[in-house]
């Protein structure tokens, strides 16, 4: 009995090595892509979007490895709740990548096109959804139900920016409508962060399942 039990907190903890890793792929190509917007990186853009397959293939490991757990050890309860949990954070990383490679396809739709004013806002929103995406996955690891929670506060700050940007690029259409496919590409881009933001506050919600064994709503 003992030697089951070992056997499977080491196949979860692989199961959790293998989405921690998925996680900071995922974060370097989101700042990957937010460099190539700013410094109009075509190459590094069309680098980002091929490399995709690799987070792809690893959500695909993981989901096999989740799989063959569940039937091997058939878990029940809590430990049954640790797989699933791990299987929709592997989806909500995927997703996060997604948002990456949607960045790099702005940069390239804007290409060499003398950007409208100085990409620093942007940024900004950018390392406060990362910071919530740590926090989420920091709570993952350590079963912090009070460090989830906290995800939301955050997000609420994302989204203020958020709106607070797109409102900004809405009246920069008036001003320059002949850049109004840059200046669309830039509120996308915008959008891709926020969502960022929502796939964190997602993850944080998993926790506090996971831990719980309740769903609980963080953007109510």
């Not at 990409?119 to 989420?136: F, H, N, Q, R, T």
């Not at 509120?187 to 769903?215: K, M, P, W």
């Amino acid at each position: 009995m003992m030697n089951t039990r070992l056997n499977f907190d080491s196949n979860l903890k692989q199961l959790k090595d293998m989405l921690i890793d998925m996680a900071r792929k995922s974060e370097i190509a989101i700042k990957e892509s937010i460099n190539t917007l700013i410094n109009q990186d075509i190459e590094k853009a069309k680098e980002i979007i091929n490399n995709d397959t690799t987070i792809d293939e690893l959500e695909h490991e993981i989901n096999n490895k989740a799989i063959i757990l569940i039937a091997k050890e058939s878990p029940v309860a809590r430990d049954l709740r640790k797989i699933i949990v791990a299987l929709k954070i592997s989806s909500e990383v995927e997703r996060i990548a997604d948002n990456a490679v949607n960045i790099a396809k702005s940069t390239l739709h804007i290409g060499q096109e003398k950007h409208i004013k100085e990409i620093v806002d942007i940024p900004k929103m950018m390392d406060l959804a990362l910071e919530m995406l740590s926090d989420s996955l920091k709570a993952f690891l350590t079963e912090d139900v009070d460090l989830a929670r906290k995800c939301a506060e955050k997000d609420d700050q994302v989204d203020e920016m958020y709106g607070r940007l797109i409102k900004e690029l809405m009246e920069y259409i008036q001003k320059y409508p002949a850049q109004t496919n840059q200046i669309t590409q830039l509120a996308f881009v915008c959008r891709y962060i926020e969502r960022l933001g929502d796939h964190s506050t997602n993850i944080a919600e998993h926790v506090i399942y996971l831990v719980t064994g309740q769903r609980f709503d963080l953007n109510a």
